[in-house]
């Protein structure tokens, strides 16, 4: 400590040394605590040193009350009315500048990291489904905070009585309250079984740290800036947790054997379902073969299974007939007695007319196929075998139409075509057999219809033997 001679009096060193502190009160050397008045008296030409990372506070009374002033380190200067300000309004007139004046100085580190461990004794937690049975369960974990508002930090502490060990005493038991209800809260706010409570332990202390932030910083005036949950112990010897075992086991049990039973009938219903869908799959399948294979061979045997269509069309115009003629052979006078009904025989003979007509031209056109098949020397197909002929060959022809094959167009189309100025000799054609695109005129079959030669006109025919006459 620098020792300087003014006024007869010691020059003070104003400055901590404590490499491991929170909050440090500054008393000059020889005072005791609470002992005498020389505890907070300071005189003008001592020097005022504060660290980096540090404030210095000097707390001193007025008239209208305590009055604090802060120093922002790094500061190192000597005390004096013109680079502090504050110490003229706290030095008295009476002592002329050079007595001592009275005003409390503490030192507070703003760059130290604060950690407390903290923990919770076994409390009863419940289930929310099972409210009887509370659960005893504790936590441990850490706290680290430091001190980022100091003003604010100073209005809620009484810097004369300040005691680290006592203020994190205090930051101890509200975290262990902060603590202790969100654990107790968190089954229901987590809807979690308290068995399981231990395994969600990230979740619970990031549901956690905005709580604790916002009242610690509110009651104390600290910036936390970390929380641990290490660890939430379950007691699994207590009654509480064994009861609560019980219970669930035989919930669990019967849900169970509850969803055993309903998935047995989801997979017996998914059965039964999937078997009446084969079912009705196969037969709808039976089904369609069956009438693809009747449609094949009406389709083999069309001439026989016409025959047999235009047969049974004829037997039942038959009996609607004889079924006319019995009608007609009823009495239709006035009497009602027996006689003919004249008008059920015309409908009759009109109906058994049109009937013979239908067969008549059917058996012609089945003789007509065999006399023209015996006329080229063949065998004619025997009757039922479903042989038809052979269809006409039709000759088409692509066009090329702005670079682009159009088609396949009839000999009478292209003719058309030719009549419109569609297609010209010049136009290229092809169809199925040649080899590449041809001019329409190189093309024989094409060349009539191209150049077709123009009828010869009657009068021009015999105008030379009139002439000659």
């Known amino acids: 400590m620098a020792l300087f001679k003014k006024n007869g009096g ?39 040193r504060v660290r980096d990372g540090s404030v210095a506070v000097f707390v001193y009374k007025q008239k209208d009350g ?70 005893p369960t504790a936590v441990r974990g850490t706290l680290t905070f430091n001190i980022k508002d100091y003003k604010g930090f100073i209005k809620l502490h009484r810097m004369d009585e300040f005691s680290p060990d006592a203020f994190q005493n205090q930051v101890r038991d509200a975290i262990v309250r902060y603590v202790k209800a ?15 409570i231990d395994r969600r332990i990230t979740e619970i202390n990031d549901a956690a740290m905005p709580v604790v932030v916002e009242r610690l910083g509110k009651d104390f005036g600290v910036n936390v800036t970390g929380l641990d949950i290490a660890a939430i112990e379950i007691d699994k010897t207590s009654d509480g947790f064994q009861r609560l075992m019980a219970v669930t086991r035989d919930i669990s049990s019967v849900t169970v054997q509850a969803q055993t039973q309903v998935n047995i009938k989801n997979l017996e219903d998914q059965q039964r379902i999937n078997a009446e869908n084969l079912d009705e799959t196969l037969r709808i399948q039976r089904e369609e073969t069956q009438y693809a294979q009747r449609k ?47 008008g059920a025989m015309m409908a009759g003979l009109a109906m058994g007319g049109a ?12 003789m007509n196929g065999m006399s023209q098949t015996i006329a080229k020397g063949q065998t004619p197909p025997p009757i039922g075998t479903g042989q038809t002929p052979p269809p006409i060959p039709i000759t088409a022809y692509y066009v090329a139409q702005n670079s682009q094959p159009a088609g396949p167009f009839d000999m009478r189309t292209l003719s058309q075509m030719a009549r419109e100025g569609t297609l010209t000799v010049e136009t290229l054609v092809w169809k199925e057999g040649m080899s590449n695109w041809v001019k329409a005129g ?28």
């Open 442 to 469: 190189s093309v024989e079959e094409l060349a009539k219809t191209l150049n077709p030669m123009p009828p010869i006109p009657a009068d021009a025919s015999t105008g030379s033997n009139e002439h000659e006459q």
């Open 296 to 342: 094949q061979s009406q389709t083999s045997y069309f001439d026989a299974y016409k025959l047999e269509q235009q047969a049974a069309v004829g037997i039942a115009g038959a009996e609607a007939l004889g079924n006319m003629g019995a009608s007609a052979s009823m009495g239709s006078g006035s009497g009602g007695g027996d006689g003919l009904n004249p």
């Open 355 to 366: 009937i013979g007509q239908n067969m008549a031209g059917m058996m012609n056109g089945m």
């Open 66 to 135: 305590t009055v604090q002033d802060y120093i922002e380190g790094p500061y190192d200067q000597i005390l004096s009315t013109k680079n502090i300000p504050f110490i003229a309004s706290a030095i008295g007139l009476a002592y002329d500048g050079g007595t001592p004046f009275q005003a409390e100085v503490y030192f507070i580190n703003l760059a130290s990291i604060i950690q407390i461990k903290f923990a919770v004794p076994f409390f009863d937690v419940f289930d929310p489904r099972f409210l009887d049975f509370g659960v």
């Open 10 to 48: 010691l020059m003070n060193e104003i400055r901590c040394d404590e490499q491991d502190y929170l909050i440090w009160k500054w008393r000059p050397q020889g005072s005791i605590s609470g002992v005498n008045s020389r505890e907070n008296a300071i005189r003008l030409g001592s020097s005022l």
């Open 182 to 196: 969100i654990i107790a809260n968190a089954p229901m706010d987590f809807n979690l079984p308290v068995v399981q």
